[in-house]
């Protein structure tokens, strides 16, 4: 992925995770593009900014992205 790709949020299936549903998974209306890459000191894994369909803009982790399909 790529600034400026069009992504969709997936949320973990994991069990672990059902506090998911507390954070506005909602609000992520499909497609979101990619707006910047995160680059934080210590952290490996890849964040994006994301501005969704709706407007909102979020921090998202790379492995809760997938690119959107038409």
């Keep these: 992925m ?3 790709d069009l992504v ?3 949320p973990s299936p ?3 995770f059902k506090w998911e ?3 506005g998974v909602a609000m992520r209306k499909q497609p979101g593009i990619l707006v910047r890459e995160i680059d934080e000191p210590g952290t490996t894994t890849r964040r994006f900014e994301v ?3 709706g407007g909102h803009v979020t921090c998202e982790w790379a ?3 997938e ?3 038409v």
């Design 63 to 65: 492995s809760h992205l």
């Design 21 to 23: 549903k507390y954070k």
């Design 2 to 4: 790529k600034v400026g």
């Design 8 to 10: 969709k949020y997936i």
């Design 14 to 16: 994991s069990a672990l």
């Design 51 to 53: 501005c969704w369909h």
């Design 67 to 69: 690119k959107y399909e």
